[in-house]
């Protein structure tokens, strides 16, 4: 019983304003202003929400991450150093294939060619191609090309003397 007369009581209510809405257009119109209004609102409000929801969301998952890719780049960047740093001492360094004295610094795609026996005087030997390499670190493709040209005798000598006019 309740129930129909709450469905009766909503019928009417719905009747009288569909009534205002033919009577008075303006009203009509102002009414659904207001109703679209209502929803931004609370399209703006549940987005706000869901906003700051997800980035607090975010930050606890992305924290533990950050802070160990960190840590992780502070351990690659002091290996690269390290590196970098033996590559110039290594010569002096117990070990070395040749006198100190006998190589040059390259860099890339190498780090040394040495030149064993020119710094005493006595006729270069040979010619060696060193690279140096600390940890765990392994050869690039490069310089796994390099190493696979050379050990399989593609290593040329060439004398190249360019003519140069400066139109003299």
Known sequence: MKLQIFFSSAADFFYRISCTFAESPAF????????????????????????????????????????????????????????QMAEQIAPFLKGFPCNPADVRFVGKPLDFIGFPGAADGSGIKEIL????????????????????????????YIEYNPEINFGI
């Open 129 to 156: 191609f060193i690279e140096v390499k600390t940890g765990n670190s392994a050869l690039s493709s490069r310089e796994k090309e390099i190493k696979d040209a050379v050990l399989s005798g593609k290593v040329r």
């Open 28 to 83: 009509a119109f102002f009414i659904l202003f207001l109703c679209l209004c209502l929803i931004i609102f609370v399209c703006l409000i549940c987005f706000a929400l869901g906003r700051k929801f997800g980035n607090a969301e975010m930050k606890k998952e992305i924290q533990p991450l950050l802070k160990s890719s960190r840590q992780d780049a502070v351990k690659r960047s002091r290996a690269v150093l390290s590196g």
